[in-house]
């Protein structure tokens, strides 16, 4: 094993002069960089309880303000007596995701109800009015719950229109193909912030007099319209990567459109760009953050909003740093979990290893 690493090293990091010097000048940056960081954010930085004097008088950095702001940061504008609801519809939405995780509920007769009942929990939490629970207007949601509902409605509206946008456009029939093709590229040519715009601004003054529709349900329908040209095209690369003689074969056995569609090409399709289904999917988690323009506070917004205090306004560099490992972590754990769907296919189509 010594050996082994010793040969390696050799060959990558020190098989020239040059290249050792490359080698060793890195390693004293990294070094150097690694000491700084670690004496700012752990040595010298002052823990959770502390007080805006202490951090003050310490050069390290401020964890303090996370504990302070958490609240404010992860709920937003909703009530401060409230709050408790909103983290009762996180935990809902945690509990919700981690049993469509699970293989034993990957079933269309299990996870649309499980959704459905699930995102009709969270928004009676929300809303409240009913119960005994305080109504909350929808426009005083915000946080972490906001960037939750958004990422979960973008994502449950946005597949199925994007598998559908995807056979549109290979469909046989033009109307319905051009048709298809011109969603697609009409969305997917103008920016986000200008759909949201349109969801919000433009689209109520086409409605009939006295008629609303909540602002947060278009700001989901526009977001997911969005997010669904652009996975309509990575479904339609799948498609297209699917052998001919699979189609061949399902018109050997008499098999109809939408049975050889659904049992035979989508699963396939699927399979095949699923790392790019995935990578939207995240990007979606993200695109959440636009919803500002349109004056409603995510989890990002919302910690930008709280950092006006001016007692706490220096240390927002610590608040930062807290939210982007919430996305990280949100992020990082969608990519992982794609990988272990990936090998649980690969090993099911393969069960005996044979290449």
Known sequence: MQNAVAVWL?????????????????????????????????????????SA?????????????????????????YPYEQQWRAALAVLVWF?????????????????WPLWLVSLAVMSLLMSGGVFGLAPVSSADWGGLPLTLLLFSGTVIIGMPVSVMLALGRRSPLPFLRGLSVIFIEGLRGVPLITILFVAVNVFPLFLPAGMEINKLLRVIVGIALF??????????????????GQYEAAAALNLG???????IV?????????????????????????????????????TTAVMQDPVWRRYYVETYIFIAGLYLLFGLSLSRYAVWVERRIDAHRNPEGVS
């Open 53 to 77: 004097d202490q951090c003050r008088a310490a050069t390290g950095a401020c964890w303090a303000v996370i504990g302070e702001k958490y609240r404010p940061m992860l709920f937003g504008l």
């Open 10 to 50: 050799r060959q990558h990091l020190f098989s020239s002069v040059l290249q050792s010097v490359l080698t060793l000048l890195l390693l004293a940056v990294l070094t150097w960089v690694a000491n700084a960081i670690l004496r700012w954010a752990v040595i010298d930085a002052v823990g959770f309880g502390a």
């Open 95 to 111: 509990v919700t995701v981690g049993l469509s995780l699970s293989p034993r509920c990957w079933h269309s007769r299990l996870l």
């Open 257 to 263: 459109y939408w049975h050889t569609t659904s049992k």
């Open 227 to 244: 997010f669904a040209c652009y996975q309509a095209e990575v479904i339609r690369g799948g498609l297209q990567a699917v052998p001919r």
């Open 266 to 302: 989508l699963p396939q399709a699927l399979r095949i760009c699923l790392p790019a289904v995935t990578n939207h999917i995240i990007a979606a988690m993200k695109n959440s953050s636009f919803v500002i323009i349109i004056g409603l506070f995510d989890v990002l917004t919302a």
